[in-house]
């Protein structure tokens, strides 16, 4: 019988076979749920309840939590033991992480810092860092741009290292919107532009297997394997070295 648990390690592998050393097809973050349908080898067939991706996460990435209240919304947190700032840190948290924090006494309400649930026990995180799940960004290109150096992954869906579709699915989330993992799915984002029209901030921009968000009318922002990590440059850089490897732009749409 299938059963809905929660991830509660800071990021959690999905690989395409229960092997510690098989392909990395995406990852899940702490507090996001998957439904579980079978285990093998010390691992758990899932479904992400994010985005439906299905594959092989390890069984001790998964448990129960209280249900998830806010969500970090900066590329990089930590949870502390206290609230302080040289408190001992407990663990490193990536943009889009979903959390539980515990309701605020009177005397709390300006303190630095919110305590939350994680992993069976109390922490601590910068109040800055973190919005309710209902709070939306207006300019998720802003979210974006805040990853810029990040390090280029395949597979990976964390501020720690990640891949172009993750960095359009992650920056999108942050605004409410909810779209698929992969860059081949994410082809019908939104309407089709037409070549002759001019492309804006939050465009995007394909190619075979590959996807980009305008930044203004020229510059494009991406992560991806030529600088192996989330960079911006001018579109026609990009277009120019692309074709050589991958083939032209297949589409640009505007969500």
């Not at 809905?4 to 899940?28: F, G, K, Y």
């Not at 299905?54 to 990435?61: F, L, Q, V």
């Not at 309710?132 to 390090?151: K, M, N, R, T, Y």
Request: aromatic share 6%; net charge negative; with cysteine.
């Amino acid at each position: 019988m299938a059963a809905v648990q929660s991830v509660v390690t800071p990021q959690a592998p999905i690989r395409c076979a229960p092997h510690p050393t098989a392909s990395l097809d995406t990852e899940a973050l702490y507090g996001e749920t998957v439904t579980v349908d079978q285990f093998e080898n010390g691992f758990a067939h899932v479904v992400l309840g994010t985005d439906g991706y299905k594959g092989w996460m390890p069984s001790a990435c998964l448990g129960t939590m209280p249900d998830v209240t806010h969500q970090v919304t900066v590329p990089h947190s930590f949870v502390t033991a206290g609230a302080d700032v040289k408190s001992a840190g407990i663990s490193h948290l990536s943009l889009g992480v979903r959390l539980h924090l515990y309701p605020r006494q009177d005397d709390d309400d300006k303190s630095p810092f919110v305590e939350i649930e994680f992993a069976g026990a109390s922490g601590f995180v910068p109040r800055s860092h973190v919005s309710p799940l209902s709070a939306v960004c207006d300019d998720w290109v802003v979210v974006a741009e805040s990853l810029i150096g990040s390090p280029y992954r395949w597979g990976g869906r964390a501020s720690t290292g990640l891949d172009c579709s993750a960095l359009v699915q992650l920056s999108m989330a942050a605004a409410g919107k909810a779209v698929p993992r992969d860059s081949g799915p994410q082809h019908e984002i939104g309407q089709a532009l037409d070549e002759s029209e001019s492309l804006q901030r939050g465009d995007l921009v394909f190619w075979a297997g590959h996807v980009g968000i305008m930044q203004d009318g020229d510059r494009l922002l991406h992560a991806n394997a030529h600088h192996m990590a989330v960079a911006s440059e001018p579109l026609l850089v990009a277009i120019q070295r692309v074709a050589a490897t991958t083939g032209p732009v297949t589409a640009r749409r505007r969500p």
